[in-house]
């Protein structure tokens, strides 16, 4: 116990501190800044395919003073394009909505539901959030780096990545060998604090949901980014020691012999590589998601979560299947049949058990008291907006239909759901129901509502339009947006498939909701940071009427976070069940839980039941 | 500081029941299950570049198998002086523990000089091919050899007289050289490791040995004879490029142990006085790791020099 409350400096407390919590909200806000600027480099994207050939407004000088030529006359050239939608996706993926959900929500809230005292090896959270942070940082610099930074995509496929000379990939692979061995520190950090850790009587069963989408999620980013890093040691061997694992036999380049870099290796080996961690990285992505809006869910329709065991069941299948489903990224490849008719098999069943948790989470609304709070909202959209995301991806997983649709607008739209108004919902309805945990405040009512409704009508008006353009064959990565293959280019006139005016509109009213989702954001800034000193102070401990540990702790909670020993007696979302007891004798009346709970907090032993309910 | 707050966290020493693990175990061997999945990468890529490669472009024999063999075995000694400091330390004898850490230590640093000789071998020895291929039968390491691959090679290999690590044919012609003098190696890599040993069996039974002295004589080639020269390093082929990454990050997991050990024997061993089991746990943990290294090293060794 650390009775003897010695004052830590300000470096001890803030910023090499070994408490979890505080380490959770590191990465809260830095993945939140990487998040930001992946949002900035997304709008200057979609402005210049709105726009081709004109020069972006207002910050255009800017542009062309930090990235020199490829930002000429503040216009973002194909290179430059192809730099910003690397950077784009290497952010939005490794640096922003991983570390938040599992470095920033894992951290602060798997101890503390599982009612231990913190992670199990603290300095090695610290740790692993500096090199998190040092990753990041690299990666941001190779901004400045001469020539630019990665300009790849963020697979970063080898016969483009080596025979681009400029020093922006290099930069790329050090700063993903950093990110990498930071995950792999956490992941082994929240395994062993899962496994060890649980308070007395908290058995597998009775974990929450969430807990167990972060364990599951720990074994994919422990098993599958070691593979990227091998092919990160690799590239990197190419790239310094003039190796050429990924370069095949006589390469020739736009007429150029590539005999210098080039001989003996494979660029499939690379990719194979990457998306043996690329596949699993997706369910990295929605995992936790999941058990956050179950834990949402929980909370605001009042009654246990339908199907629990199923749930569980289901995100060790996606676990275990989700290694073995790389190769349908590859079928542009040209895969042999067998191969490919494995992989569309795996692709086809791992959709299964990712329904069945959507559906227990739709079942779980049936009778229930539904509060429609803020993170309620953002929970509950969850679930159509992750379902498109899904759906839309079942064509992919056919080597017949993803040949079509691979390389077109088709699957931006359809993975972005399952990320933005998917992964990101999720994570605001998360930090919107766990603020007043951390903080003591309530944050703005009005101005979640503003932020959802605003997010959500934006984040369809971006990606619907996607899908559309796709299906009428818009290419995926041209930085005119395919003015080039219009029909407003006189040369394309009567050529069948050529895109016409109302497909190459949608990208305006693409550009103009990324300006308003961008705007839409600004409720939530002001709120957080708002409320964090002038938000509405929590009425008691557990404002939600929430059942499991977390909420049954001092707030914020301190150091060591229990007060007294915690020990387990039930279920993770005993909600109404004692509530229905009373019900039987007389009607109380809905929604006052304050005076009449309705729930069980999981360390309420199980003797008072009677104390409160006689039979 | 430190102390009362790892005090709070259960299991850091003592077992927890139902896993019969404390965490640090757990934790590393989480570790090791990553590293498994790194090294598994690599030796997939190892197996997936060696499949693909042209008939008769995979090297053998370059490599030195009775240097490695012996390192293997003072890597092997390693773990097992290792495994008794744990056990001298269960039984609570320190010094005991301290004698077997410092041959741990001796073998680790022995490990890694040899392996660094083998390195710098590797640096000065050169592959030069040459514009016009040599017919087999006028090739120092394929003459008189009638299993040769090819009717016709283009490369000699060998160590070149004079010339130090990491020459290239610029930096040959930058600083003025007009020719150089190599000792072909005894056998070309072309013939393959059974090839190799037939031939050598046949040597011994016929001429008594007398091969190795001719295979020593220089052999003299204008630069602009060569069309290309590389020592035996990751630029070489894809053999070396998979040599080296390989046996680098092997070698820099050995230095992590190095370090690690020395911690342990040295500052970090003020805890056997205060937690005499904490500090035991910590050596069978580094252990642990310690036997991991030796085995990617043994699995290495096969894949890399014998296969």
Redesign the interface.
């Known amino acids: 116990?650390?009775s003897?409350t010695?004052e830590l400096g300000f470096l001890r407390k803030y910023v090499f501190s070994?408490d979890h919590k505080v380490i959770g909200i590191q990465y809260g806000i830095t993945s939140l800044s990487f998040v930001f600027v992946g949002l900035v480099l997304m709008m200057l994207m979609r402005w210049q395919i709105a726009n081709p050939g004109e020069a972006v407004p207002i910050v255009g000088g800017l542009l062309e003073g930090v990235m020199g030529v490829p930002a000429a006359e503040g216009k973002i050239s194909p290179d430059l394009y192809n730099m910003f939608g690397a950077m784009h996706g290497t952010i939005m993926i490794f640096l922003g909505i991983v570390p938040l959900v599992f470095g920033a929500f894992g951290n602060y809230l798997v101890p503390l539901q599982i009612g231990?005292?913190?992670m199990?090896?603290?300095?090695?959270n610290m740790f692993s959030y500096h090199l998190y942070l040092w990753g990041g940082l690299v990666m941001l610099a190779s901004f400045l780096a001469p020539g630019g930074p990665a300009q790849a995509g963020w697979t970063s496929y080898p016969p483009l990545t080596t025979i681009i000379p400029t020093d922006g990939q290099t930069y790329w692979i050090i700063a993903m060998v950093i990110i990498i061995t930071s995950s792999?520190l956490g992941?082994?950090?929240v395994?062993?604090t899962v496994?060890?850790?649980r308070a007395p009587g908290m058995t597998w069963g009775r974990l929450p949901f969430f807990v167990w989408t972060e364990f599951v999620t720990a074994f994919l980013l422990?098993?599958?980014?070691?593979?990227?890093?091998?092919?990160a040691?690799?590239q990197f061997?190419?790239r310094i020691?003039?190796?050429?694992?990924f370069m095949p036999?006589d390469l020739i380049v736009s007429g150029t012999p590539m005999a210098d870099v080039s001989?003996?290796?494979?660029p499939l080996?690379w990719q194979?590589?990457f998306w043996?961690l690329g596949h699993p990285e997706v369910y990295v992505l929605v995992l936790a998601p999941m058990g956050i809006v179950t834990e949402i869910f929980a909370n605001n329709i009042r009654k246990p979560i339908w199907g629990y065991p199923a749930m569980v069941g289901s995100i060790l299948t996606i676990g275990f299947l989700s290694m073995v489903v790389w190769a349908h990224h590859m079928f542009m490849t040209g895969m042999g049949s067998n191969i490919s008719m494995f992989f569309q098999t795996t692709t086809t069943v791992i959709s299964i058990p990712s329904v069945i948790v959507m559906t227990c989470l739709l079942l779980s609304l049936w009778g229930g008291s539904i509060r429609f709070t803020v993170p309620m909202l953002f929970a509950i959209t969850f679930l159509p907006m992750f379902g498109i995301g899904g759906l839309t991806g079942i064509p992919m997983a056919f080597n017949s239909t993803d040949t079509v649709l691979h390389d077109s607008y088709y699957i931006i739209g359809h993975f972005h759901y399952l990320v933005a108004p998917g992964t990101l919902f999720a994570v605001f309805g998360g930090i919107y129901y766990w603020f007043p945990k951390a903080t003591g405040r309530h944050m703005s009512v009005k101005l979640g509502h503003a932020h959802f409704w605003g997010s959500l009508v934006c984040m369809n008006l971006i990606f619907f339009p996607m899908l559309v353009q796709g299906l009428a064959g818009m290419g995926r990565r041209m930085s005119d947006g395919g003015a080039n293959y219009s029909l407003a280019n006189p040369s394309n006139e009567g050529v069948v498939g050529a895109l016409s005016s109302t497909i190459m509109g949608l990208n305006v009213l693409i550009a103009w909701s990324v300006v308003a989702l961008a705007l839409f954001q600004l409720p939530f800034i002001f709120n957080f940071f708002y409320s964090i000193v002038a938000g509405e102070k929590v009425e008691n401990d557990n404002p939600w009427g929430a059942t499991t540990l977390e909420w049954q702790t001092p707030t914020p909670p301190p150091?060591?976070n229990f007060a007294e020993p915690v020990v387990v007696y039930r279920k993770a979302y005993d909600y109404s069940l004692h509530f229905k007891a009373l019900h039987a004798q007389e009607a109380p009346e809905w929604g006052s839980v304050a005076h009449l709970p309705d729930f069980e907090p999981q360390n309420l032993p199980v003797s008072a039941e009677t104390v409160g309910a006689p039979e | 500081m430190s102390h009362s707050q790892h005090e709070a966290i259960p299991y850091t020493t003592e077992v927890r029941e139902d896993t019969g693990l404390y965490n640090g175990k757990l934790g590393m061997w989480l570790f090791l299950a990553s590293e498994v999945m790194l090294f598994g990468g690599l030796f997939s890529a190892y197996v997936f570049l060696r499949l693909g490669a042209r008939p008769g472009e995979w090297p053998h024999g370059l490599l030195n198998i009775p240097i490695g063999t012996f390192n293997t075995l003072v890597l092997i000694t390693s773990s097992l002086t290792v495994a008794m400091s744990w056990t001298a330390l269960k039984l609570g004898d320190f010094q005991t523990y301290r004698k077997y850490q410092l041959v741990t230590l001796a073998c680790a640093v022995g490990f890694l000089a040899i392996k660094s000789f083998e390195y710098y071998d590797k640096f000065t020895h050169y592959e030069v091919w040459l514009k016009a291929p040599l017919a087999a039968g006028e090739h120092p390491g394929l003459a008189g050899h009638a299993a040769a691959p090819d009717a016709e090679v283009p490369s000699v290999i060998g160590h070149v007289e004079g010339v130090g690590p990491f020459e290239t044919l610029a930096s040959l012609e930058e600083a003025g050289a007009t020719s150089i003098t190599i000792h072909p190696d005894k056998y070309h890599y072309r013939l393959t490791a059974w090839q190799q040993a037939e031939r050598t069996m046949k040597e011994a039974s016929m001429e008594g040995g007398s091969a190795g002295a001719e295979a020593h004589e220089g052999l003299t080639i204008e630069l602009s004879k060569i069309a290309r020269l590389s020592a035996l390093v990751p630029r070489h082929s894809t053999f070396f490029a998979c040599y080296f990454t390989l046996t680098a990050l092997h070698a820099l997991h050995v230095a992590g142990g190095i370090v690690a050990f020395a911690w342990l024997l040295w500052p970090g061993a003020r805890m056997w006085r205060e937690e005499p089991e904490r500090y035991t746990n910590r050596i069978e943990v580094t252990g642990l790791f310690w036997h991991f290294v030796d085995l990617v090293w043994i699995f290495l060794f096969p894949t890399l020099y014998l296969l």
């Open positions: 116990m650390s003897e010695h070994l231990a005292p913190d199990a090896f603290p300095k090695l792999l992941s082994i950090n395994i062993t496994i060890q850790l422990l098993l599958s980014f070691p593979p990227l890093e091998s092919g040691i690799l061997v190419d020691f003039g190796a050429s694992f036999h001989g003996g290796g494979s080996l194979h590589l043996f150091h060591g």
